[in-house]
């Protein structure tokens, strides 16, 4: 993450020469005053391009090793009707859902940063983008009711998406991707996700679970 502390020092230094151009203007030290404005202009301009890139790499979650992200379990209701109980890791938040379908899929976005990039301790990070349910039989995915419901909130400033339309302007990135999982949804289905640096894992944890990914054709 890029240190709240330098930005912090930035904004200040901008703002301290802000400070010291209006009393060069004061003095009537007219050319001084002006070098002061604008170093001290362009330092806050640096201060808030960092604050907003910080604040949004606060939506995404470093990733270094493998590591757990969410834990999922399904309650029948009925013919491909499951409720999904998703509880997010490690901040523990809990999301409760109505799938359709006989399998669910858990997408996620990926920024990696280019070596350089990592001496400033930016790890590629991730982050949950939505759940869905799937159909096994194409024809009835394509008719059938649908269930697919976001898990991260809109920014109105996305790495991700900035370098989707922008990849020149973002040399510190080296790659965005997305990364999905899916398994079969079954009464009693325990499941575990983690990610790594290759993307999403789905394993089972239960009997239940078990048994639907051992049987899924």
Known sequence: MISEAVILIIAIFGTLLLIL???????ARFLAAGGSALTGSLLLAVAAVLFLVSSNLHTYARLTLERPVAEIVFEQR?????????????????QMFVMKGDEWQLDARVLKWKGWAT??????QYRLERISGRYRDTNQELTADRSVYPLAEEQRLDLWEMTLDNPTRLP?????YGSAA???MSDGARYE??????????RPVNVA???????WK
């Open 193 to 202: 996700v983690t990610i790594s640096q290759s993307g999403l894992i789905a």
């Open 78 to 94: 009925g013919p491909q009707t499951f409720n999904a109980t998703l509880t997010q890791v490690p901040d523990g938040e809990i």
């Open 172 to 176: 510190f990135v080296d790659a965005v």
């Open 119 to 124: 001496l400033f301790g930016l790890d590629a």
């Open 182 to 184: 899916y398994m079969p």
């Open 209 to 215: 679970a078990q048994q639907a990914a051992g049987s």
């Open 21 to 27: 151009a209006c009393q060069r203007l004061f003095r």
